[in-house]
């Protein structure tokens, strides 16, 4: 294998890493919302950036609409999330005001 598709087979095994940790990240964060919704931003990120690269790679131009409807569901996923995050804080009055510490940088 030449130099360019260990680069290649490297960027994909990163990308995939990325999914895997913000996967994790769901399961280990289940009760706090903002981080759970960090996680879903992350899952979403890396698809697009390996679709985006996949597309890139096949010279397919007529699949760039793949990446106009990942776009339109991750936007859509967003808007979820943040109604989900002012709802349900006034909804069952739940403050997880506090353990926003751990989102620290």
């Keep these: 294998m030449s130099y360019h598709n260990y ?3 490297y960027l994909y095994l ?3 890493l990325a999914y895997i940790t913000c996967l994790l990240g769901i ?8 981080s759970s919704l ?9 698809i697009f950036v390996l679709c ?3 597309i890139f790679n096949i010279h397919f131009s007529l ?14 996923e967003t808007a979820v999330g943040l109604a989900l995050l002012v709802i349900v804080p ?3 009055e739940l403050n997880y005001g ?8």
Excluded: D, R
Excluded at 27 to 34: A, E, R, V
Excluded at 63 to 76: E, G, M, N, P, W
């Design 14 to 16: 990163k990308i995939f």
């Design 63 to 76: 699949s760039f609409i793949i990446l106009f409807v990942l776009l339109v569901f991750a936007a859509y």
């Design 27 to 34: 399961f280990i964060y289940q009760s706090h919302l903002i």
């Design 52 to 54: 985006t690269l996949v």
């Design 38 to 46: 960090l996680c879903l931003e992350g899952i979403i990120l890396s």
């Design 7 to 9: 680069q290649n087979f």
């Design 98 to 105: 506090q353990n926003l510490n751990i989102l620290q940088c």
């Design 90 to 92: 006034n909804t069952y």
